[in-house]
């Protein structure tokens, strides 16, 4: 169908620390295979991994771009210290490529020169929307939490002022963010003498209750969820509502599987629940979840009667 | 040094016009809806319960200000616009808001108010804290509790508004403003709802071993041995198991409450404005009890004179409390 061919698809930044070894071969592997047609880049979590993994952002960016995908850069979620305040300036000062804002003082660096609004922008309604526009944002990432009734309407009024409008649809949500540091807590240690334990959980560290369900992940300051989200069976209606880039989050899984698989859905080449059963079988034991967007609680999983 | 007025809470009329007769400056509040963060059950005002009150604090020189800080999901941003209609017409003093729409629409509709920036807006940098005062006129902004004093200190000369910070009572962990914990476990968002772990999906299970399991909507958050007293389970002072943390641990904090009263001279030094008290959902005489201490406090230090903290340490006696970030980074 000629709407969903023109759906974008998207991959998030890389929330964990992954290495710099390990960065290199996955964005390798995504110029080459993966049909995404947007990939945003950057630290978004925490501004003392930056160093690692930056010397290599030019390289991937030419790769990247070699390939035909857009690249996008992601500012810190987090701005409180010198050095992210600075990195946020730098960033915000840059022509090309495009940037993703995501904390208020990249907005008051970046003036009215054009940039995309992330999801810890918190654009929940068309009023903030309207006001982001006024001030030079061609593109906003919703909010995970919102329901699809909120989804329709920001989608619409974004579109209606020439936005891109853009939803998670895969991987795990960012629930929290904080300034303190959950990763260097659980080893004993504080955010300034983390070592960077961190590097150890390349999809978050696993929280469980006392009776031992799984419940959250923990990625340094962030808190995400342990389910998955996947908003695979909803992609019709996402894009019968207006949203136009559809946003895969990095998970250690094969996340070129992943965007086939979705590519595939949208462009019909694949059923519906034949492409989720793909997906559920691919991510295994994570959990797939989407009751945000129906507007219950966020780790449920509801399942949508799809038509043939 | 700075003025330091004292911010109090205000869950229902009965508790404003006791934090009024104990000394506030300003009290807040908010409407019985999502507009704002502590929508709770049983708390809150009507307009007309607004209006009475605001004549009760404005004839005794309090100020009154009203919490619009919570995100209208859209298509529902009308309930906010006419929550600051109501509360324009009424005569607060200032809406203490965190959206940008929200923002936005009152500073050109209602550009006669004061707009304050809300802990819920995260604001914590000194060009975060810019974009909301050149763009909207914001006048005061609520810091995070994340930063230490010689930060403060810092921040207060690279921004062009007064400075509120919370020193007394309940000690969120997260970023306020960009916490969805409830909304995943219960189907109700803080930031669109103005709910946090509500007790409406809270309950108290015995287990077979005598041990006590405080649950959130199904979830265990915390387990208590027969010996300890069950805490109420908010996601963020539960305790989880990690791989290195078989036993159980505190993932993010313990049932912490802030007490920054020993702190209070450095913080009027840093030039801090005003100081809020948390608890709206807290009963009168709480809220007597810690409004006359602050009270009494502050008009010590402005006065030169030595305050008599012990009797703001003995507020919490008994429980465990925390200076938070403000004393040390190693906090973080």
Known sequence: ?308 | MSLAELICPAGTPAALRTAVDAGADAVYCGFQDATNARNFPGLNFTPDELAASVAYAHERGTKVLLALNTYPPAGKVDLWYQAADIGARTGVDAFIVADMGVADYIARVHPQVRLHLSVQAAASSPEAIRYYCENFGVKRVVLPRILTIPEIRQIRTEIPCEIETFIFGNHGLMVEGRCSLTNFLTGQSTNMDGVCSPASDVEYVRDADGSMSSQLAGFTIDRFGPEEKAGYPTICKGRYTAPHRPEGYYAFEEPVSLNLSRLLPELIDAGVHAFKIEGRQRSKSYVRGVVRAFRAAVDDIRAGRQANMADLVALTEGQKQTQGAFETKKWR
């Open chain 1, 1 to 308: 169908m000629a709407v969903n061919d023109m759906t974008k698809l998207t991959l998030g930044p890389v929330a964990y620390h992954w290495s710099a070894e390990t960065r290199r071969d996955f964005y390798a592997r995504i110029a080459d295979e993966c049909p995404v047609d947007d990939v945003y880049l950057g630290e978004v979590i925490c501004s003392k991994r930056a160093p690692f993994h930056e010397p290599d952002l030019p390289a991937t960016i030419e790769r990247l771009e070699r390939a035909g995908k857009r690249v996008i850069l992601s500012t810190l979620a987090e701005v409180m210290l010198k050095r992210e305040r600075k990195a946020t300036e730098d960033l915000a000062a840059m022509d090309a490529p495009e940037i993703e804002i995501n904390n208020a003082a990249g907005l008051f660096a970046r003036g009215r020169q054009p940039h995309r609004i992330g999801p810890f922008m918190n654009a929940y309604n068309e009023a903030t929307i309207g006001w982001m526009a006024a001030q030079g944002a061609t593109h906003v990432c919703l909010p995970s939490e919102m329901p699809a009734s909120a989804i329709a309407v920001a989608a619409r009024a974004a579109r209606d002022l020439g936005l891109g409008v853009e939803v998670q649809v895969f991987g795990r949500i960012s629930l929290a963010v904080s300034a303190r540091c959950y990763h260097a807590r659980a080893h004993g240690r504080t955010k300034d003498n983390c070592q960077f334990v961190c590097e150890e959980d390349s999809d978050g560290m696993p929280l469980r209750t006392r009776d031992d369900q799984p419940i959250l992940r923990v990625n340094g300051i962030q808190t995400q969820s342990e389910s998955y989200m996947d908003l695979l069976p909803e992609t019709p209606r996402l894009v019968a509502d207006g949203v136009s880039h559809l946003r895969l989050m990095p998970q250690a899984v094969d996340m070129v599987t992943v965007a086939q698989i979705f590519r595939d859905a949208l462009d019909r080449r694949v059923s519906l629940p034949e492409a989720d059963a793909h997906l559920a079988a691919l991510t295994g034991d994570a959990g797939l979840s989407n009751g945000f967007y129906h507007g219950e609680a966020g780790y449920r999983r509801i399942a949508i009667v799809t038509s043939a």
